[in-house]
């Protein structure tokens, strides 16, 4: 069925599903990997998949740059940039962040890629929502009065607009497990803006799959993630005309891992991301894919996820953050004992 809309295609799908033999074994499970960190460009990572629409929506408008927002270390600001380079649209994002902030990783490759980047330091007093839309207003009227036709996207790309590109990776996801002779399994997502885990649910949900979407909540961002998510989706259902009225319990987000903060340096996380590295050669990163696994390891742990289950966890991207400085200084403490001088 999927949701009928154009993208402007640019990625080379489908990304593999990997099984990951040596952390299988370790875990008594069977442990398979959606490698959409793979996807290119930009260094790749899941904001492509939504691009893939919103590039095409942009387009359609007659846009000549693309505008978005995040936090400093936006993983969906260098995407945005990669992909209005690679369609020679202009770029700008903006952050409501502590500056100069995470200088060295995806700030400085949002430069590289020829964004703008406009940081405003968070004031107290004045909620978030309301500083950024200051913020981007400010922005876009700069850009609009030098002749510019600017197209919005907004946080992490979690709109309605690019709910599809989740949604058909769910479907791909399931095309593959038949291949590969996976039948009913859970799917571990981080969760950030939640758009990654609304496409794959409304995909999971309008499509009648076999899997069982499971949701690591990477920041305190929502007291209640089920009713965020439950709101979320009634806007989806809306926009894109789907019947099937989901209640709370069907949305499975966990708050258990956040670790109080946004990428915030963790030892466990970092720990998850040392076993992932050395037991498979795969990266994840310390602020989304570290925090989802460390939940994924926990739950084996506990005993959640039963022996002998299979389970796939998904690869989003975001490696440029483990140069960020708070993670690299911390595990430079950690890891330097093993560079030795001759
Ligand atoms: C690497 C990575 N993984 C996961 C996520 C979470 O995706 P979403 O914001 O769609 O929940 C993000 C969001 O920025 C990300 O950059």
Redesign the pocket.
């Known amino acids: 069925m999927a949701l009928n809309r154009q993208k402007t295609s640019f990625l080379n799908l489908p990304t593999p599903l990997q099984f990951l033999p040596q952390v299988s074994e370790d875990l008594g499970i069977s442990l398979y990997i959606k490698r959409d960190d793979l996807t290119d460009p930009g260094l790749g990572?899941?904001?492509l998949r939504k691009l893939e629409y919103y590039l095409f929506d942009a387009k359609s408008k007659g846009a000549t740059m693309l505008l978005t927002v995040?936090g400093v270390q936006?993983?969906?600001g260098r995407l945005t940039a990669a992909v209005a380079a690679k369609f020679g649209l202009k770029c700008a994002i903006v952050a409501i962040d502590d500056y100069p902030g995470e200088v060295s990783s995806n700030l400085l490759l949002d430069r590289i890629m020829g964004a703008d980047v406009f940081l405003s330091k968070l004031q107290t007093g004045i909620p978030y929502e309301d500083q950024l839309e200051q913020a981007v207003k400010r922005v876009r009227s700069q850009y609009e009065s030098a002749g510019e036709t600017v197209y919005f996207i907004p946080m992490?790309?979690?709109g309605e607009v690019g709910v599809p590109g989740y949604y058909d990776c769910a479907m791909e996801i399931a095309g593959q497990s038949v291949e590969l002779g996976i039948s009913s399994c859970k799917l571990f997502v981080?969760?950030?803006?939640?758009?990654?885990?609304m496409g794959l649910f409304t995909g999971i949900r309008n499509e009648g799959l076999d899997l069982e979407l499971e949701g690591i909540a990477?920041a305190p961002f929502y007291s209640d993630p089920a009713g965020h998510a439950l709101e979320y989706y009634e806007k989806v259902q809306k926009y894109y005309n789907l019947g099937g009225n989901p209640n709370l319990s069907d949305f499975h987000i966990s708050n258990d891992y956040t670790f109080g903060a946004y990428n915030n340096p963790v030892k466990e996380v970092r720990e998850a991301v040392y076993y992932m590295a050395r037991k498979e050669g795969i990266l994840l990163?310390p602020?989304?894919?570290g925090k989802a696994f460390y939940g994924l390891l926990d739950l084996v742990k506990k005993g959640t996820i039963t022996k002998g289950e299979t389970v796939i966890f998904l690869h989003?991207?975001?490696q440029p953050g483990l140069n960020g400085p708070n993670h690299r200084q911390a595990m430079e403490a950690e890891l330097l004992n093993g560079v030795h001088i001759l």
């Open positions: 990572g899941n904001k995040g936006t993983n969906h992490g790309g979690s981080a969760v950030g803006s939640m758009g990654t885990y990477i990163d602020c989304y894919t989003t991207g975001g």
